[in-house]
């Protein structure tokens, strides 16, 4: 009896790891986060943001 439940014990943590490995493991952080900047971001863009926060 300890065999079957050892072997539904081993089962439900491989599941769970897929699940986690295929859900979270590796995610890019999202691109519409206003905390960090663009790395994309050109010098002509950081001058209109500056114009915007001047005017």
Known sequence: MWL????AT????IFAFII???MYHGREPEL???T???QTATPSD???D????AG
């Open 4 to 7: 079957v439940i050892l072997e």
């Open 10 to 13: 081993a089962a439900f943590f």
């Open 20 to 22: 986690w490995w295929t």
């Open 32 to 34: 519409n986060d206003p």
């Open 36 to 38: 960090e900047k663009s």
């Open 46 to 48: 950081e001058k209109s």
């Open 50 to 53: 500056n114009a915007n926060k």
